[in-house]
């Protein structure tokens, strides 16, 4: 475990005792950038990890945004870390959850998704816009440069000091974590499932006025995981009243490309989940819906965990059965 590496028992909800694994570096704070939270006895081929929902900003970090306040909420799935947290402690799933900003460094882009325009002494790096950096002429690459309604996030250029720092400190443990965290569980389980667990805006339907999708469930178009736990989910989410999309508009990112290797055992799954289902009214706080959105949200990560364990060792859930 890379970066801080404090380690601390403890329990959590009365299911196993649950160690806390601290990593990574907040630009020199005592903070960590993520935890990572391993049941004891890994009882579940499940790592649910929270990239986007970090709320820890350096001051250096507030103080260089143009609209601290406004942006920040803009760019965090607000308080998906609390779905994660609570759906974690009800399955025995580890968890893994973000608390860097996004706003400081996106963990769903790939290292080299990135505006460097918006970056001062990059020159040397500079690379075209292409596939590889596509979300990042959308203004949402590796460091986030605009959102839409407010223009430019930041009021100076990134340093290719501070760029770096956050890939080594921040970005680059995080995901060691993951993958190290996947490899331990598919060699317990035969198999695992990442679910990459995010928040949306409320989405509206194409050319109707009316509500939009509960849920997406994102699998690259087929290429991350198996498609009997997608199709799984999809059942799973619309037998409880939810309604979901699939892969449109979200069908993963970074987390799903770098992790999922389903011919290894290894799967995953982005969710995301619409902020009107579980927040306030201004989508800024936790709701009074965010419980049943958690029980959803349990009730499928526990059949999923079955679902995997058959992918990883179909014969012992055969004879289990009979």
Known sequence: ???????????????????????????????????????????????????HAGRDYPVEVSNAMRNPEWGSSRLEDRFADRLGEAVAAATGAALLVAHAPRAMIDLNRAPDDIDWSMVA??????????????????????VPRRL??????????LTLAELDERLANIHRPYHRA???????????????LLIDLHSMPPLRQTGADVDGA???????????CAPTLSAH??????SAGRRIAHNRPYSGGYGLDHHAAPR?????LQIEVCRASYLDARLDQPG????????????????LAHEVAVLGDPVAHHQAAE
């Open 288 to 303: 009074p819906r965010l419980a049943a959105v958690v029980r959803v949200l349990t009730t499928l990560v526990r059949s």
């Open 148 to 157: 839409p309604g407010l223009g430019e996030v930041w009021k100076t250029r």
């Open 1 to 51: 475990m890379s970066g801080i590496g404090e380690i601390a028992g403890k329990g959590r909800g009365g299911g196993p005792a649950v160690t806390l694994r601290r990593g990574g570096s907040l630009g020199g704070q005592e903070k960590p950038a993520f935890t990572l939270s391993v049941p004891e006895g890994l009882p579940a081929p499940i790592l649910i990890a929270v990239p």
């Open 233 to 238: 989910a999809l059942r799973h989410i619309a």
């Open 121 to 142: 002494g990059a020159a040397a790096r500079r690379t075209p816009h292409s596939l590889a950096n596509r979300r990042a002429r959308s203004g949402l690459g590796l």
């Open 264 to 268: 290894r055992g290894l799967h995953a």
């Open 178 to 192: 993951a993958g190290e965290m996947l490899e331990k569980l598919r060699d317990r389980w035969g198999a695992v």
């Open 214 to 224: 509960d849920f997406v469930l994102g699998d690259r178009f087929g290429s991350s």
